[in-house]
């Protein structure tokens, strides 16, 4: 089992929907969950951040994390063409500096 | 420039050449990574420095690799007798010292071997 999981997609969404990007753990220690956005021969660029249960809102975007379920996504409204990108969810494992990746979901936004 | 710079942004080499790359973080981020992601693939983790302390290296895939924190600024990682395989682009972050701090990439330097 992989430490960090994502859904490769792609995950196709009309102009203006809410897009949800889902990542689940396995180390139920983990302490703090990361949601970079790559586009495409660019680097990782961090959008999202959340270190308590429950949700978190910036803007259009919002993080949600259940430690009980390992289990934390991100929501995108109003998505735009210019969201189309691939989502990197990340972890921190417990009392580690070590970022685990996932191998990301691409989304595609369709005009 | 207040992010994190990486130099070459391109590099292309021929198989069994040294290459050298450099990483300059955010000002006062005391955490410095190295990542390489190969095409269409995720993060892999190669190397971590933090302060004054002996780095991570538990993500060096081989001993052909090496990276130095010179001052507890600027890095450098270096590979040696390159092979094929070691093309990727690799990716440069840092962070403040706490563990939980999000880290901040460079824009990558594109290494293909020819």
Same mark, same amino acid.
Do not use: A
């Given at each position: 089992q992989k430490e960090v999981e994502q859904?490769?997609?792609?995950?196709s969404v009309p102009e203006g929907a809410i897009a949800s990007l889902n990542c689940t753990y %396995?180390?139920?220690? %983990?302490q703090s969950f990361f949601w970079y956005r790559q586009y495409s021969g660019k680097s990782p660029e961090l959008i999202m951040f959340i270190y308590s249960n429950g949700d978190k809102e910036d803007g259009r975007f919002t993080a949600q994390l259940n430690k009980a379920s390992q289990y934390v996504s991100l929501l995108i409204r109003d %998505?735009?063409? %210019?969201?189309s990108a691939t989502y990197l969810c990340a972890v921190h494992l417990d009392s580690s500096y070590k970022l685990i990746f996932g191998s990301g979901t691409r989304l595609l936004v369709r005009p | 420039g207040a992010g994190v710079s990486q130099s070459p942004s391109n590099k292309v080499t021929e198989k069994g050449k040294d290459v050298e790359l450099r990483c300059d973080p955010i000002s006062g981020h005391t955490a410095l990574y190295w990542y390489r992601q190969s095409l269409g693939q995720g993060l892999e983790f190669l190397i971590y420095f933090q302060g004054n302390s002996a780095p991570?290296? &538990?993500?060096?895939? &081989?001993?052909r690799f090496s990276a130095e924190r010179t001052g507890g600024s600027v890095s450098t990682l270096t590979i040696q007798r390159?092979?094929?395989?070691?093309s990727a682009v690799y990716l440069c972050a840092s962070s403040w010292g706490n563990s939980n701090q999000p880290q901040h990439f460079g824009d990558g330097t594109r290494l293909s071997i020819l």
């Open positions: 859904n490769s997609g792609p995950l %396995s180390d139920r220690g %983990s %998505s735009q063409p %210019s969201d | 991570d290296k &538990s993500g060096l895939p &081989s001993d390159t092979q094929q395989e070691d």
